[in-house]
C-alpha cells in the first residue's frame, strides 16, 4: 500500500469523495455530508488529504485533516478536523484507515495542533470501532453535539500537557 499527499481536488480525490457521499446517501438518505469544503481546507499547513493506492495505483481509501480554531460550535483554538476518512468495501478490514489516521495525527502535531476532533454517524458501524478508545485513544465528546441526531462526535488531545 502505498499512501500519498494529494489535494483535496485531484481526480482520485474526487472520486472517492463522490463514494463517500453516495454510501452516506445510502445509509443516512439525506444527500450525503453538507459541510462545504475546499481544497484549500486541506492546503499544508492548515491542512492534508492522503490517498492510499493499491500495488495497481487504484486509490482505495482516503482522509484528511483541516485546521478547526473556536467557532461557537465546541471546537477550541488548535483543533484539527478529521474529515472523509472512507476505505472502499473491497478492501476495508486490512487496517487502512488505522494507517491513514496515524499518518493525518502526526501530521496535524507537527502542524501545531492541539486536538483531533471528529464527527461520525450511528449509521457507520466502521467509523464507530474505528474511533472506539481503542486503539486510537479518540474519546466522544460532550462539548460538541454535531448537526444531525445521529452524530457521534470524537476528540482526541494531540499533545500532552
Known amino acids: 500500500m502505498n499512501i500519498r499527499r494529494v489535494p483535496f481536488d485531484h481526480p482520485d480525490a474526487v472520486k472517492l469523495n463522490d463514494e463517500v457521499q453516495a454510501e452516506y446517501d445510502v445509509r443516512y438518505g439525506d444527500g450525503g455530508d453538507a459541510t462545504e469544503l475546499a481544497a484549500s481546507d486541506f492546503a499544508p499547513p492548515n491542512g ?58 502526526e501530521d496535524a502535531r507537527a502542524a501545531g495542533r492541539t486536538r483531533m476532533v471528529l464527527e461520525t454517524g450511528t449509521k457507520q458501524p466502521e467509523a464507530v470501532a474505528l474511533y472506539s478508545p481503542r486503539p486510537t485513544n479518540l474519546r466522544e465528546r460532550s462539548d460538541y453535539s454535531g448537526y444531525h441526531e445521529e452524530s457521534l462526535c470524537y476528540a482526541k488531545p494531540l499533545r500532552t500537557p
Open 48 to 105: 492534508l488529504y492522503l490517498i492510499a493506492y493499491d500495488e495497481n495505483d487504484v486509490p482505495v481509501a482516503s482522509g484528511g485533516w483541516r485546521s478547526q480554531d473556536a467557532n461557537g460550535e465546541g471546537n477550541a483554538d488548535g483543533d484539527a478536523e478529521l474529515k472523509r476518512m472512507f476505505v472502499i468495501e473491497q478492501m476495508r478490514g486490512r487496517g487502512l484507515a488505522r494507517r491513514i489516521l496515524a499518518a493525518l495525527e
